[in-house]
């Protein structure tokens, strides 16, 4: 089954659902065809990055922002289409925790901080050092 990776704007609190970041017909974004076509002269890391940017933009205000990457199988996702934003999609089923590749919590200085999907928990603690994007550590979803 063909995975596609998807990112998710989520809160702090959300990280302590049990059931999963998402929802069916959730927030989401992803490498789409119109995204494709606007960024055409680059990559897919590229293009990984900019529907990772547009969930991060996507975050509400008022505490850190958390974005989510996770695998999902292709035929969970479906184009948004008619928006302004060319990475987003809707989700057609709920996303669990254990198609969760990351998770990105923005840190002090604004800046977004890699954690493994297996440190959940403790990053709900705060109590992990985090993988800064330093180029030494990371998953490289983006």
Known sequence: ???????????????????????????????????????????????EYLAFEAAWAACAAGGPAVVISADVGAQAVRLAGGGAEPAAVQLAAPVTWDQVAAIHVEDADGDMAWYDASERASTLLGTVPCNTGDGVTGDGSV
């Open 1 to 47: 089954m063909a995975q596609v990776r998807v990112y998710l704007p989520l809160t702090v609190a959300g990280l302590a659902d049990e059931m999963g970041p998402a929802t069916a017909g959730g927030p989401a974004f992803a490498v789409t065809p119109a995204l494709r076509r606007a960024a055409a002269d680059d990559d897919l890391e590229y293009l």
